[in-house]
Nanobody
Framework: QVQLVQSGGGSVQAGGSLRLFCTAS?????MAWFRQAPGKKREGVAA????????YYADSVKGRFTISTNNALTTVYLDMNSLSHEDTAMYYC???????????????????WGQGTQVTVSY
């Protein structure tokens, strides 16, 4: 099973930017970012088909967040701009999906998860 290690995140004021990193032990075909705020379900933020470089975004982050991969297809990035307090959550990367298209934004379709990294956006 692919192993995922996350880094990045932290605290920022509203309107600011952060970048998240997730490095995989292999080259997964699909990788994604999810987030979970206290008391809420885990939700899909962005996903990418690594070979085709095709991204998928949740409506709530479209135009603000960008998902991308490195040339080796082992690292996925999440560039987050125009952050708001509503973006505050624990962010998780995921890989080894059993889906395609916008179903890549459904957490149950993934077998491998990173350890999580906190993103806190203050008012």
């Amino acid at each position: 099973q692919v192993q995922l290690v996350q880094s990045g995140g932290g605290s920022v004021q509203a309107g600011g930017s952060l970048r998240l990193f997730c490095t995989a032990s292999s080259s997964p075909r699909y990788m994604a970012w999810f987030r979970q705020a206290p008391g809420k379900k885990r939700e899909g933020v962005a996903a990418i088909s690594t070979l085709a470089r095709t991204p998928y975004y949740a409506d709530s982050v479209k135009g603000r967040f960008t998902i991308s991969t490195n040339n080796a297809l082992t690292t996925v990035y999440l560039d987050m701009n125009s952050l708001s307090h509503e973006d505050t959550a624990m962010y998780y990367c995921a890989a080894d999906a059993r889906a395609a298209g916008r179903d890549l934004l459904i957490p149950d379709n993934y077998n491998a998860w990173g350890q999580g990294t906190q993103v806190t956006v203050s008012y």
